[in-house]
């Protein structure tokens, strides 16, 4: 299995605390992906990372900043907790040859 | 922005049945990988299609990828308990930043 670990595996914040999830990669992979799941929805694209310091948004990037500052860690920020935030966050990371995403065991994020 | 739609997003059958679940898009990706996800876990890959009017089977499954590479299908043959979670659809953008964008999912539930 690919290593791919996400931290924390659950948080409790308040609204308006920033709060950073993290996400690290062992495979050497390119390109990573931030991705929230709420009931009733697929896997909904925040950012996504192409490279060392090369990032973009996705479909639902307001309110989230990323980072990624070296290959294996890709850092997802939420600059001021909102309820609407409260999601569980999947990391993913994909190799040169497309073929498949291999997946953190998700962050259970609850804002109250 | 590349939205994938599947179809049916629920779907509740008896063991024996045949089914099949759509992924429609109006983009053109390069692949399009398809996923199977249990409850509290991430995203297992079932298959990954490339080539426009690509099949591929695996076991009981098969997969098709659209001739012009904008739509993809999920052929299920005698449906089994064991098959029933969410599946997930996912396409890789052309692009050089290989965009993963999930589609809206199709929740299976397989009864005796």
């Known amino acids: 299995d690919a290593g791919i670990t996400q931290s924390p595996r659950h948080k409790v914040t308040e609204t308006g605390t920033p709060v950073t999830l993290r996400c690290h990669q062992t495979?050497?992979?390119?390109?990573m992906y931030w991705y929230r799941q709420d009931p009733g929805h697929g896997l909904r694209l925040i950012h996504y990372?192409?490279?060392?310091?090369?990032?973009d948004k996705g479909e639902v990037s307001d309110g989230y900043s990323v980072s990624r500052s070296k290959t294996e860690d890709f850092l997802l920020t939420l600059e001021s907790a909102t309820s609407s935030q409260t999601s569980v966050y999947f990391c993913a990371s994909m190799g040169q040859s497309h073929t498949e995403a291999f997946f953190g065991q998700g962050t259970r994020l609850t804002v109250v | 922005t590349q939205l994938l739609e599947q179809s049916p997003q629920f779907l509740s059958i008896q063991e024996g049945e045949n089914l099949t679940v759509y992924c429609n898009s109006s983009s053109v990706f390069s692949s399009l990988q398809w996923y199977r996800q249990e409850p509290g876990e991430g995203p297992v890959l079932l298959v990954t299609v490339v080539t426009g009017g690509e099949v591929k089977k695996l076991k009981r499954l098969t997969f098709q990828f659209g001739d012009a590479r904008k739509d993809s299908s999920l052929h299920i043959t005698a449906a089994q308990p064991g098959d029933t979670g969410l599946y997930l659809c996912?396409?890789?953008?052309?692009?050089?930043?290989?965009?993963?964008?999930f589609g809206t999912g199709t929740r299976l539930q397989v009864t005796l």
């Open positions: 990372s192409y490279g060392v310091k090369d990032t």
């Open positions: 996912a396409g890789v953008g052309t692009g050089t930043a290989s965009k993963l964008t």
């Open positions: 495979e050497n992979h390119r390109y």
